[in-house]
T-cell receptor, first 113, second 116 residues
């Protein structure tokens, strides 16, 4: 089964609204990271949250982590059309192989002007 | 400081040909990772290299695929005798350190391989 699965698979909202994406994972982790990928482009690192942290903020981004439920959420507030992209969560496993990022399939976010 | 550079950005090969993908890590980074992204999928780890060493190639198909990171020059991902199923986006990432603690892998723009 796949580590790091996001839901929803696709999300369409209006500019100014908030967008929430969720990620679940299966094994113990060192940290969880969120990336953004614009269509046909590379990945941009957004935020990293450690396994001993519960919440983290960066600008309009808010990430939560619940290790008991093995889940994380990414909230983008006051969305803009430029936020349209695919968002991926990725995890580093705890214990060994702490270089092998495991990605989910991503959430495609569309922000309509 | 230039980011991770990959070339070519797009590569078209006929079945049976060889594909060579290049990755220049960020300055000062000695750890390189290759990932593959199939259509509608997330990225999948392929291989982790340090200068002149393959550390972990567990995600790379055992046949036709090879990777190197020489002392001088870029890292190369080589796919011999390509098949249609190799069509994907191949991403390279680099980091100044690895293995322990929290660190970020910096990704390049990717090479989109199309096999016809």
């Amino acid at each position: 089964s796949q580590q790091g699965e996001e839901d929803p698979q696709a999300l369409s909202i209006q500019e100014g609204e908030n967008a929430t994406m969720n990620c679940s994972y299966k094994t113990s982790i060192n940290n969880l990271q969120w990336y953004r990928q614009n269509s046909g482009r590379g990945l941009v690192h957004l935020i990293l949250i450690r396994s001993n942290e519960r919440e983290k903020h960066s600008g309009r981004l808010r990430v939560t982590l619940d290790t008991s439920k093995k889940s994380s959420s990414l909230l983008i507030t006051a969305s803009r059309a430029a936020d349209t992209a695919s968002y991926f969560c990725a995890t580093f496993p705890s214990g060994g192989s702490n270089y092998k990022l495991t990605f989910g399939k991503g959430t495609l976010l569309t922000v309509n002007p | 400081n230039a980011g991770v550079m990959q070339n070519p950005r797009h590569l078209v090969r006929r079945r049976g040909q060889e594909a060579r993908l290049r990755c220049s890590p960020m300055k000062g980074h000695s750890h390189v990772y290759w990932y593959r992204q199939l259509p509608e999928e997330g990225l999948k780890f392929m291989v982790y290299l340090q200068k002149e060493n393959i550390i972990d190639e567990s995600g790379m198909p055992k046949e036709r695929f090879s990777a190197e990171f020489p002392k001088e020059g870029p890292s190369i991902l080589r796919i011999q005798q390509v098949v249609r199923g190799d069509s994907a986006a191949y991403f390279c990432a680099s980091s100044p350190r690895s293995g322990t603690g929290d660190y970020e892998q910096y990704f390049g723009p990717g090479t989109r391989l199309t096999v016809t």
